[in-house]
């Protein structure tokens, strides 16, 4: 009994380390992600298994690596084109021998990727659920091992991006019934991952759910005042990046879009209302980093891998936070810092819920769009209130959020919240909150003249506090209970209990300060520091390798694999070898390219530090030695000749020989000395300069000066 146990570890720890090496060799990388070697080991065991990671947890390898341990073909589901081509682009460049099949491909193509798959040569193969009826007799002449449908909630009428064509999927286990099948999704919603296995016919399924937690997306919020300001503002140090800022709107879309043209930034509209082949197009020039900014309503990023997306704006509320986490999830999929940035309005809290009351499940999509709104309005760790949303339950602030960076101030607002109060006791709980805030600020609009407003007590009684700000803070008295708003009737503010307790009962009230709020909105994010040259010149060297080879930047290298290469600096093949990312594809393919431009880069540096160290008036001097003249010396060293020739004084202080006949006469020295005469001591350099009516340079009064004096 003994043995066996200790058999099986070994066997178990062997083939983990063959596992690893498998990763290393066509990933490069060195270890898995949550979760990984779990699901894939399990599959390896052919069982079926459903792989729930967020966006970017790393789901492809989950079928990707077993696909290279087995002997056969592994065959992945996949809903989109675009999608397959990205994923057959990265492993090719790994060296993986994989296709995709889709309706689109001319017959000639996919009579040879059939010809390819049934000789056995495809280790993966991609595709679409509509063709797969198509190649059904082929996929019967050669071993599946496995089956992975990618993206499975598509299957799930539930899901939200629910396909017809994967329902057939369920024929898959009655027509082969020992071949595996891995279902993966990023979807944390039980009840559809319940139907996925049912449609699946895969019911016992063994559930793999790995943290929905993504560290290195930052979260921030932000009143959603003068937001095309605010994105000129973040987007400043972040040109070449690539971004999406998603909208409610068509219209919207463009109309962003065409105001940041105008800005200068390089920024594209994307929407279902545009043909499918522009669509196309625009989505292949984000891809391929041609096109940095997109502005798009939510169908896009759906069918995207693309790694290196720096940053998500959210120019409107999102309805609910799955929608919201999905949407950011899109950025830093690569694992480095990215900033997310949500601009949050009571207009749309409005706009949406009109969409609710219009449509079926009402109550459900109200409370997701209350969670949404509460998320948007936290004064504690927003990641807290997202992971605990999604069942994830943690108390530590995360320190990578706006919150966890400036946590509020508080203020006593007791009277503030009486005069508030008293103000919707007083319109008699029949107004919206614009309305109120009117008639305290002392509007003098026509609707509170016609309903004479005017004549509350309250009216004007916070009439120093602007528009905005009172919104804020009636939103918080929402939060705290304090406020409710009667959505059935268009949006009463309403009094609770709470209310007549600060009324009536000395209730005391505390609310967070605005300062910090505008204060997170200046601040620059961490995630927006400066690149340093050696990674500038890394990308710019990917992007031509990409170019030539027709491929996305990512393709060639992720960020993360550049910013390791900038971290380690490798200059041996031993070392390029370590750097995240680089297998044997690539190591054969790029270490050379690369470490050239990393060693050219320290030689640089080198000099550049050498010069560093010598005196810059000896470094004038050299060059003055070499022949150089003056003037050239001040363009090369980006200086004036002023300080040139002071320079040069310098180095004859020291005791070198220079001939400075050749820059100044005889006759302008007297002319010096007798200026020297006409002046005082005290006078400085700009007396002379002024004696000579500006027509003697500083250098050369300087210089005579000198010579004079020695
Ligand atoms: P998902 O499908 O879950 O959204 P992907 O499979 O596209 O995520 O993976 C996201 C990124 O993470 C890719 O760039 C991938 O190469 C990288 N990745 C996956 N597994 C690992 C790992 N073990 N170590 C480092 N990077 C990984
Ligand atoms: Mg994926
Ligand atoms: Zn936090």
Not at 405 to 424: E, G, H, M
Not at 470 to 483: A, E, K, P, S, W
Not at 498 to 506: E, G, M, T, W, Y
Not at 562 to 583: C, N, Q, W
Request: positive net charge.
């Amino acid at each position: 009994m003994q043995q066996t146990v200790t058999l099986l570890s070994m066997l178990q720890k062997e083939q983990k380390q063959h596992l690893l090496r498998l990763l290393k060799t066509h990933f490069g990388y060195d270890s898995f992600r949550p979760n990984q070697l779990e699901i894939i080991s399990n599959v390896l065991h052919k069982k079926d298994v459903m792989a729930i990671m967020p966006t970017g947890g790393g789901k492809s390898l989950c079928y990707q690596l077993p696909a290279l341990a087995l002997k056969g073909t592994t065959v992945v589901i996949s809903p989109l084109i675009a999608l397959m081509k990205d994923q057959v682009d990265v492993l090719r460049a790994n060296g993986v021998s994989v296709a995709y099949y889709n309706s689109s491909q001319p017959t000639e193509e996919q009579q040879q990727i059939v010809e390819n798959l049934v000789k056995g040569k495809l280790k993966l193969f991609y595709v679409a659920p509509e063709s797969l009826g198509l190649i059904e007799q082929h996929l019967k002449q050669i071993t599946v091992d496995l089956f992975a449908v990618d993206e499975a909630h598509c299957i799930s009428s539930w899901g939200h991006d629910f396909r017809p064509a994967y329902t057939q999927l369920g024929r898959l286990k009655n027509e082969y019934p020992n071949t595996p099948i891995i279902a993966l999704t990023a979807t944390a919603d039980r009840a559809t991952q319940d139907d996925i296995l049912n449609q699946l016919s895969i019911p016992h399924a063994e559930r793999h759910l790995a943290s929905f937690n993504r560290p290195n997306l930052y979260l921030e919020v932000r009143p959603g005042q003068n937001r095309m300001q605010q994105i000129q503002g973040f987007l400043e140090d972040k040109t070449a990046e690539s971004g999406i800022i998603y909208c409610l709107s068509r219209k919207s879309t463009e109309k962003i879009a065409e105001q940041l043209c105008k800005q200068g930034f390089k920024a594209k509209a994307y929407h279902a209302g545009i043909q499918a082949e522009e669509r196309s197009s625009i989505q292949e020039d984000f891809i391929n980093d041609r096109t940095p900014i997109i502005v798009a309503t939510i169908a896009f990023g759906m069918g995207i891998d693309k790694s290196n997306v720096r940053w998500v704006i959210h120019y409107n509320m999102p309805k609910n936070l799955e929608g919201y986490y999905q949407e950011i999830g899109r950025a830093g999929r690569d694992g480095i810092d990215a900033n997310t940035l949500l601009f949050y309005s009571y207009s749309d809290v409005l706009q949406l819920r009109k969409f609710i009351d219009n449509s079926a499940n009402t109550e459900v999509q109200t409370a997701k769009l209350e969670r949404m709104q509460q998320f948007s309005e936290a004064l504690s760790c927003r990641r807290i209130a997202l992971l605990n949303y999604f069942g994830e339950h943690t108390t530590k602030n995360c320190n990578n959020c706006d919150i966890c960076k400036r946590p509020p101030a508080y203020f006593d607002a007791t009277i503030l919240a009486q005069k508030v109060c008293s103000a919707v006791a007083r319109l008699k709980e029949q107004e919206a909150m614009g309305v109120v805030i009117d008639v305290l600020r002392g509007s003098q609009n026509a609707m509170i003249y016609e309903k004479g407003y005017q004549h509350i007590k309250t009216y004007g009684a916070l009439k120093e506090i602007s528009w905005q700000d009172l919104q804020q803070y009636i939103i918080q008295l929402l939060n705290q209970g304090v406020l409710q708003i009667n959505f059935k009737e268009h949006s009463k503010l309403e009094l609770t209990p709470l209310a007549k307790a600060i009324l009536f009962d000395k209730q005391t009230v505390q609310l967070a300060t605005l300062v910090t709020v505008k204060e997170r909105a200046t601040e620059k994010s961490t995630a927006a520091k400066k690149q340093s040259a050696l990674f500038e010149k890394l990308k710019v060297l990917r992007q031509k390798i990409a170019a030539e080879e027709n491929v996305p930047a990512y393709v060639v290298f992720t960020d993360a694999s550049l910013k390791d290469m900038e971290a380690k600096k490798p200059t041996t093949v031993e070392a390029f070898e370590k750097v995240s990312g680089v297998g044997a594809a690539k190591l054969k393919k790029y270490a050379k390219v690369f470490m050239d431009e990393i060693v050219t880069h320290l030689k640089t540096k080198k000099t550049k530090k050498n010069n560093s160290k010598t005196p810059t008036h000896q470094i004038s001097f050299g060059m003055y030695k070499e022949g150089i003249t003056i003037a050239e010396i001040a363009k090369e060293r980006g200086l004036t000749e002023n300080t040139i020739y002071g320079h040069l004084q310098k180095i004859h202080e020291n005791g070198e020989t220079i001939d400075f006949e050749q820059f100044i006469s005889s006759e302008e020295i007297q002319k010096i000395e007798k200026a020297k005469e006409a002046l005082t001591e005290e006078d400085g350099l700009k007396a002379y300069f002024t004696y000579f009516e500006e027509k003697i340079p500083y250098w050369k009064i300087k210089m005579g000066l000198y010579l004079l004096d020695n």
